[in-house]
Structures are given as structure tokens and as C-alpha cells.
């Protein structure tokens, strides 16, 4: 008998771990941080549910934060087995991972210097140490077998190397979606048909939204204003896939005559490793990259490019004094470089914030989307004049019509359909969609809840 228990992403939207119990034997599919809410950021710190070093593997989907970023704290607590996942995964979660380490000692530098941090002294929840020694149990592999148990990894099209998970053992199948990507992801192919399994963890960060087209010329217009205004156009962008996407849309923009030829700085550390990534996937012809992407010229310099890797670089852009678009990391803002463009920019009524993609509520990047007057950084609140747009088109997860389509596709109707990672509403709009257009058994399970597959 298996028993499958929900460790996060269940009554949330990151947070992703799900426990797969089979015997003596202990799987974890998913090993993400919990993020936003002060209510789920304190998960991060609470003691695994079970004794890290009884853990046979982890198998990654993706190498985003909130399905990976617990690795090191599960490595500083004792885990050392395998982490299967693609080689595309392995690639980004290395860049992923060093990157959340440095942001942890860097936050907690800056809590123990102005004094702001609820735990004396503040500390990390991973230093880079632990980031290392969980990089160096990545095993790229898109099949695996584990004491009985077949792993197959198939191709998800939300960022390069992302996959749903298919688990196989005694006879019972289980598959765990990760994040889907869109049909119409501008870099990427979409994703490959579910095949038939017994039992299903679907994603539903946008089960309750449908995606509308993204409107190139009124982007365009939004920009151009801004430089005529003599602003900033300020992106906070997700570095993995996010800025890449960015990047081939303004040179679409700029190529069609649609936006000014302004200077695009892009200032983010990890954003400009991921890019390397992407271009060697280009160089590659990766079969995972659209095929009109691969052969032709760099889709991600629209020929103002600038990459940024200094901190002096970093501080001359702050406020460049000349219309300009500066992407920088993190996505929802909740650390990075983004926050010392925020504290200049936010403040100047001529510049612009175009958040390009889904905000988890209780990070800045929600506060600002909801209109906030103020936002708190590095223990300052900072006034919020600047114009603030969302382009939730950007998203790179499937909407709710993407996902049941996706569902549907399957050879035959799974015995149960586990709805998770999305909030409540989310969750329960899509479970409900389940159940009546595809007559299947929809359940959103709550935190800690213990099913027998």
C-alpha cells in the first residue's frame, strides 16, 4: 500500500512537497519553499515532518523556488539521497539555489544591521554550504528506478527542463503536474499529454482565470509613455524563463516600430546565468525551444541590451536620469536587486512598475498590484507614486482552461484528481470545473493530509 501526504501546496500556492510512502521506502516529489504570507513563510522554518535522512530520493518537476528552494534546509537536516530531475532542471536549480542562499545570508545581514528581525541573532535558513552539497545530489535523468519504483519525467513547457512527474510501483501510477506551461508560451513547446495514471496532483495557480492575449501595442503604448515622460520602466521579473521572455518581447516591440529604441538593462545575477541557459538551449536547438526560436538571430537582445553584474553597475541604474527599461529579480519582489529600484523608483511619479505575472499574496509585489501607498524595504517604508501595472499575460502557467484541456487528454479518467498548489478559491473553482465537464473524482486536500493511493 502507498500513502501519499501533502507537505505544502495545499491551502497555498508555493510550498510544493508531497510525500510518496511506499513500504520503508520515502519519496519526496517536490521540495519547494513557502512564500508570501508571514503565515506560510514561518512553515519554512519549522521542523520536517519526518526525519530528513529517512528520505530514499526527492524528484524535482522544476527548478522554481517554491518547488525546489527547501533542498538545502532538507540537506542541512540530514537528507543525502538522490534528486532526480531533467538535465534542464539540474542546469537552472544549480543557478536557483546558489542564488537563494546568497539572498538568505544577504537578508539576514541586513536584519542583523538595522535591527528589524523578530530572532536574535537573525539567521539563514540555508547558507551556501548547504545550496553546494545539494547541488551535488542532482542527478539528471529522465527515467529513474528507485527499489521498485519507475520515475518518468515528461515535458511540462513552463521553464526549460520542467516536467510532470509519472510514478509507478506495485501495479498503481501516480503523476504530480508541477507547473504547466501555456500552448502559446513564446519560447517554449507546450506541454506533452498526461498518460493514463490512477492517481493525479494537478497545479491550479490560475484554475479560476482565463489568460487574455497579451495586447503588444497597448504594452507598447504603456512604455512609450513612460519614455516620453522621461521614466523608467521598472520590471520586476522572475529570472528563470520570465526574463528571457521579457527580453524576445520588447525586441518584438522594438523591431515592430512599437516602442522607442531605449536601453534595456537587465540586473540580476541569476536572471543573467538563466539567460546563458536559454542561449545555450538556442545554440542547442533544443527540442524543448519552439522550433522558429532555434537557428535564427539571439531572440533575447532587442540590440540595446545591457547586462548588468556589478553592484556599482547595479547602483549607476538606479535612477539612469534618461527613459530606459530595467528588468531585475525577484518576480513578487520579495528580495534582490529589485528592491533597490523600487526604493528609487517607486517614489517618481514619471516612472513605471509592470509586474508580468502572478503575485502571491503577502509580497510587495501583491501589496502593489492592491494599489499599497507605501511598501516596506530593507525596514523602511518607501511611498508609492510611481504608475504600477499588472500583466498577469506574462504568466507562464497554464490558465483554467489550458489545465482542463490538458486533463481531458489523458487516455482514461484517473480514480482520484488531487487539486493543489493555487489558493482556496483557485483550488475549488478548478476542482469543481473537474468534476462537472469531466465527471472525475476532485478533491482539494488540505496541509498535512494523508491519502492512501
Known amino acids: 500500500m502507498s500513502v501519499l501526504t501533502f507537505l505544502g501546496a495545499a491551502g497555498t500556492v508555493t510550498g510544493s512537497k508531497f510525500l510518496l510512502e511506499r513500504g520503508r521506502q520515502r519519496v519526496l516529489i517536490d521540495c519547494g519553499m513557502f512564500q508570501g504570507e508571514a503565515r506560510w513563510r514561518r512553515r519554512n522554518w519549522d521542523p520536517f515532518p519526518i526525519d530528513p535522512a529517512s528520505l530514499d530520493a ?44 546568497h539572498l538568505q545570508m544577504e537578508d539576514a545581514q541586513h536584519a542583523r544591521a538595522g535591527g528589524y528581525s523578530r530572532h536574535d541573532p537573525p539567521q539563514p535558513l540555508f547558507d551556501t554550504e548547504d545550496a553546494e552539497q545539494a547541488i551535488r545530489l542532482l542527478q539528471p535523468a529522465v527515467r529513474a528506478e528507485l ?16 516536467a510532470f512527474a509519472e ?3 506495485d501495479g498503481r ?14 519560447l517554449l513547446r507546450p506541454p506533452e499529454p498526461p498518460p493514463a495514471v490512477d492517481t493525479i496532483l494537478v497545479e491550479s495557480t490560475y484554475g479560476d482565470r482565463h489568460h487574455q492575449p497579451l495586447d503588444h501595442a497597448q504594452l507598447g503604448r504603456l512604455i512609450s509613455a513612460t519614455a516620453a515622460r522621461n521614466g523608467v520602466v521598472l520590471m520586476p521579473a522572475f529570472a528563470i524563463d520570465r526574463t528571457a521572455v521579457l527580453l524576445h518581447e520588447l525586441a518584438g516591440l522594438m523591431r515592430d516600430g512599437l516602442i522607442p529604441h531605449l536601453p534595456v538593462y537587465v540586473n540580476s545575477p ?13 545554440t542547442n536547438k533544443s527540442p524543448e525551444l519552439r522550433p522558429e526560436i532555434v537557428g535564427g538571430p539571439d531572440p533575447f537582445d532587442p540590440g540595446t541590451l545591457h547586462l548588468v553584474h556589478t553592484v556599482e553597475e547595479s547602483m549607476r541604474i538606479s535612477d ?23 526604493a528609487r523608483l517607486l517614489p517618481g511619479k514619471r516612472n513605471t512598475v509592470i509586474l508580468p505575472g502572478f503575485q502571491v499574496p503577502g509580497t510587495r509585489g501583491r501589496a502593489l498590484l492592491d494599489g499599497a501607498r507605501s511598501v516596506k524595504i530593507h525596514g523602511r517604508y518607501v511611498p508609492v507614486r510611481a504608475q504600477v501595472v499588472g500583466q498577469p499575460e506574462f504568466s507562464a502557467h497554464a490558465d483554467s482552461d489550458e489545465l482542463v484541456n490538458w ?16 489558493e482556496d478559491h483557485a483550488r475549488a473553482v478548478l476542482a469543481d470545473r473537474i468534476r462537472d465537464e469531466l465527471d472525475w473524482t476532485a478533491v482539494t486536500p488540505k496541509h498535512l493530509e494523508r491519502v492512501r493511493l
Do not use: K, W
Open 320 to 342: 539612469p536620469g534618461r527613459p530606459s527599461i530595467v528588468i531585475s529579480a525577484s518576480g513578487m519582489a520579495t528580495g534582490g536587486r529589485v528592491l533597490y529600484h523600487l
Open 407 to 422: 486533463l481531458s487528454a489523458a487516455p482514461a479518467a484517473p480514480e482520484t484528481v488531487y487539486v493543489v498548489h493555487g
Open 58 to 101: 526527492v524528484v524535482l518537476t522544476h527548478a522554481h523556488l517554491d518547488h525546489c528552494g527547501y533542498l538545502p534546509s532538507l540537506v542541512r537536516q540530514g537528507f543525502r539521497g538522490p534528486v532526480f530531475c531533467t538535465p534542464g532542471t539540474a542546469d537552472v536549480a544549480a543557478i536557483v539555489l546558489r542564488d537563494a542562499a
Open 147 to 162: 527499489g521498485g519504483t519507475r520515475i518518468r519525467l515528461h515535458r511540462a513547457g513552463h521553464i526549460l527542463g520542467s
Open 173 to 186: 501510477t501516480l503523476l504530480v503536474s508541477g507547473d504547466l506551461g501555456r500552448q502559446q508560451h513564446p
Open 167 to 169: 510514478l509507478e510501483c
Open 270 to 282: 541569476m536572471a543573467l546565468a538563466a539567460l546563458n541557459v536559454y542561449r545555450a538551449a538556442v
